[in-house]
């Protein structure tokens, strides 16, 4: 058997994993083991977890590592004592490969750990750029991995240019976009398609104008994105507002407060996790996606969703045409609204490569026969 572990962190890991696990899945003499561990695990972050097991995985390993301080003490503690339990686990099931995903920093326990311990590292994601220090997280796995699946052909340049050699660079495009892309969201929005009960009942007319917020925290600058002043402004719609909580990287407690002080704004519903089906559904409808997430970078461009980006978390990642970056003004945010409501772009995204997931599957069958 060809023993494939997967680390999942985080709530957007299994976005992008999905369908490759289902593909690797396919496969008799593969076997799957997931490690689970960081925020993925915890209630507060919406418990996104539960997403895998409805679909039937069995999580092969729990590693509760995280410290809830918000600073970036925090983060390293938490990569620390996450690179132990992870180094436990392989040292248990001695993987033949490990499959990674993002650039998220509770990511580098796994691939720091793996790494020491010589077992090959599979990266999807990789050379791709954006803001903050994910930027030098991702060259750090980078240099760690040993198949680099990319989305475009920058990112397969930009590792070319690190030093990687040609035949470890696989531009298959990306899973997560390739995925959401086969989801039928039909014609109008639909509360019963987001699969999920929420304590306020999500109060949204099928042809219902509303904006979908992303904020997370930048962990190099404090003041990349101003969650009050954005709230404020997009209050003065009188429009509902679907607000998702930020990820746990240090600096979210600003971003956490700047949502508690519009709880009472009947309009807004507060989010802390919808699971992907029903995320996609929201996404697909919405009339403005608003905030600094790599979501609306890559993946709104599949149903032409206008996305107003706000500061410079995501300052060098490649944009869809469907994105509109207004810096730290304020005043572009009311302005962009009124001048583009009821505007949809062309269904056209640079990320998406037709049999995706098939194809990184089938690679890393490939490399695993040609190296046991």
């Known amino acids: ?203 949204i007319g099928p042809n219902e104008p509303y904006f979908l917020v992303m904020v997370h925290p930048d962990t190099t600058n404090k003041q990349d994105v101003d969650m009050d002043r954005l709230l404020n402004i997009l209050e003065k719609f009188d429009r509902k507002a679907l607000i998702f909580y930020p990820n746990v990287d240090a600096n979210n407690s600003d971003i956490v407060s700047g949502i508690a002080s519009h709880n009472k704004n009947p309009n807004f519903y507060m989010i802390r996790h919808i699971p992907l089906e029903g995320f996609v559904h929201v996404m697909a409808h919405a009339s403005f996606m608003i905030g600094n997430s790599s979501a609306g970078i890559r993946e709104a461009a599949s149903f032409g969703v206008p996305v107003i980006n706000i500061g410079y978390r995501q300052a060098n990642r490649e944009r869809n045409e469907n994105v509109i970056d207004i810096g730290e003004d304020y005043n572009l945010l009311e302005k962009t609204i009124r001048e583009m409501d009821g505007h949809k772009f062309e269904k056209h995204n640079i990320y998406l490569k037709p049999d995706c997931s098939k194809s990184i599957a089938e690679y890393v069958l490939k490399y695993l026969d040609s190296s046991l």
């Open 1 to 203: 058997m060809k023993k494939i572990a997967v680390a999942i962190t985080n709530r957007t890991n299994y976005s992008k994993l999905k369908k490759v696990l289902f593909e690797l899945n396919e496969h008799e003499e593969v076997e799957i083991f997931i490690v689970a561990s960081s925020t993925v695990l915890l209630k507060r972050y919406g418990k996104a977890l539960d997403d895998l097991e409805s679909d039937g995985w069995e999580i092969s390993k729990r590693i509760d590592c995280t410290l809830l301080n918000d600073s970036h003490e925090a983060m390293a503690k938490t990569v620390g004592i996450s690179i132990i339990e992870h180094a436990s686990f392989f040292a248990d099931i001695k993987p033949d490969i490990i499959l990674i995903v993002g650039d998220r920093f509770d990511m580098l326990a796994p691939v720091v750990a793996s790494s020491l311990m010589n077992i090959p590292i599979a990266h999807i994601q990789g050379g791709e750029l954006s803001g903050t220090i994910d930027n030098v997280i991702r060259d750090v796995f980078t240099n760690f991995s040993t198949l680099h699946f990319v989305a475009t052909e920058k990112s397969a340049n930009s590792l070319k240019r690190f030093g990687i050699r040609e035949e470890q660079i696989l531009n298959f495009g990306c899973p997560a976009v390739e995925y959401i892309s086969e989801i039928e969201v039909g014609d109008h929005f639909d509360r019963n398609s987001l699969r999920k009960n929420f304590k306020h009942p999500i109060e």
